[in-house]
């Protein structure tokens, strides 16, 4: 059992198989000020590694809900007219994290195992240089609230790769931090890969603090299974977050308890203030491609109209909507853009699973107040075969162009325009074989602000 072991210079901490460091449950083993069982501060060269154990022993008491948390405000009251017990866990106990590291420069974890941790796991502030290799990290998917995995806070040059995370809240997340009274310092040059992740939150996640920009961000390579989300960016205290590179995952997502963030979707895109006096952000410069999701949420990518989203690139998606497990339906489309500028969209296809089919579910993909789009190789239909739903439904989007795309079997339109804003798009070389509508308008007046070849 042990309070705050602090890490200097050139130091190397190492958990031999079969050891189990257990976090102290008395304030009087901790450095003054220090909430944290492996502390690193202003230190170079340090390292945790082995096979051993680092175990929080958090503790949680299941009780009434305690205020409003407003990122969750809608999805809470859904879950309150379904009739859903709207208690929830709150931590009990020491309320401490398990690492944390502050200004430090060339950090490597290795190997080692940490469960139960009463606050975010590992958390890196304002470091350079940092190694984390074959870790397994375990907070209780139902209980661990604010039990993040790693935490990338204003860091730089960082790689995550080959562990396993497995996590109630964001299993790996960046942010952006203002700290001791200092403006926050950007993050950047970031890596993960070749990781197995679940999350009752985000697997793979950027925001919400965000507070100086991020940017060099390559999440790759990594199975998510067991998630409520697969990843997501949020952006509400005025950064610009650009030049990410999302590619090569798969995707299986389940519905968690209504407290968590998330919808069990493949991902989620917010741009935001925080309060009426935050400056407004950027999201920009992104790449999404050859993603496999099995999801039971709908998809969100979501700009402003006063700042869109910018350049948006999406390339080998195949989703397959599953039915929600839970009471508290909150799927409709597979995949809903809105306000966004400059978004490429090649090979992605919606498969809905008919089994049990939710009766909320409406369009394969949804485009609305968006503009300098392209929409290239798309496959789906609606999600009820019975529906008037199109599979790509437009709404006051404008300088566009869908072709050498295909409609599913059972697709009823599979085009809809509408919205008086509508112009300078263009059909191409789509296959409507199997649609029994074709594309459809809202109006007679929108044929004419269309090019159909």
């Keep these: 059992t042990t309070g705050t072991i602090k890490l200097l210079d050139n130091v190397i901490l190492h958990v031999e198989a079969g050891a189990t460091l257990y976090l102290s449950q008395s304030r009087e083993d901790f450095i003054p000020g220090s909430r944290t069982m492996i502390l690193g501060e202003n230190a170079r060269n340090i390292s945790v590694t082995g096979k051993g154990t680092l175990d929080g022993l958090a503790k949680y008491e299941f009780v009434d809900m305690r205020g409003l948390d407003p990122e969750i405000a809608e999805e809470i009251e859904i879950a309150r007219k379904a009739g859903i017990d709207m208690r929830r866990y709150y931590r009990t106990g020491m309320q401490t994290f398990m690492f944390i590291f502050n200004n430090c420069t060339n950090i490597l974890l290795r190997d080692i195992t940490v469960i139960n941790s009463p606050l975010w796991n590992v958390r890196f502030n304002d470091c350079d240089r940092v190694y984390v290799r074959g870790v397994y990290i375990y907070s209780d998917l139902e209980k661990g609230v604010n039990a993040d995995g790693i935490d990338i806070v204003s860091s730089r040059n960082v790689t995550i790769s080959d562990s396993v995370i497995i996590t109630a809240d964001d299993a790996i997340v960046i942010k952006t931090i203002p700290r001791n009274d200092r403006p926050a310092n950007p993050a950047e040059n970031i890596t993960v890969t070749n990781c197995i992740l679940s999350s009752s939150s985000t697997a793979l996640m ?247 070849n």
């Excluded at 979501?302 to 039915?323: K, S, T, W, Y």
């Excluded at 296809?349 to 369009?363: C, F, G, R, T």
């Excluded at 869908?402 to 789509?430: K, L, M, P, T």
């Design 206 to 452: 950027i925001g919400t603090e965000t507070h100086a920009d991020v940017k060099g961000v390559n999440f790759s390579h990594c199975v998510i299974r067991n998630s409520n989300k697969g990843f997501g960016i949020n952006v509400q205290d005025g950064a610009v977050v650009s030049d990410v590179i999302i590619s090569h995952l798969t995707i299986e997502t389940g519905r968690r308890h209504w407290n968590w963030w998330g919808s069990a979707e493949m991902c989620k895109f917010v741009l935001k203030k925080r309060s009426p006096e935050s400056k407004l952000g950027v999201i920009r410069n992104i790449m999404i491609d050859h993603i496999i999701a099995h999801c039971r949420g709908t998809s969100t990518i979501h700009g402003l109209a006063e700042q869109p989203l910018e350049n948006i690139r999406m390339n080998d998606i195949q989703v397959f909507m599953e039915p929600e497990d839970a009471k508290d339906k909150r799927a409709t489309h597979a995949l809903e853009i809105n306000r966004v500028r400059g978004i490429v969209i090649r090979d992605m296809s919606v498969n809905w699973i008919e089994e049990y089919a939710e009766p909320l579910w409406k369009s394969a993909l949804v485009l609305n107040d968006v503009n300098e789009f392209e929409l290239r190789s798309i496959t789906g239909r609606q999600g009820l075969r019975n529906s008037d739903a199109p599979a790509i439904l437009l709404n006051e989007v404008s300088d566009g162009i869908i072709y050498d795309s295909r409609a599913a079997s059972g697709c009823a339109a599979f085009i809809h325009v509408q919205g008086e804003n509508c112009r300078d798009i263009v059909f191409r070389n789509n296959n409507l074989a199997r649609s029994s509508k074709g594309v459809t308008y809202a109006n007679e007046g929108l044929k004419n602000r269309v090019k159909e």
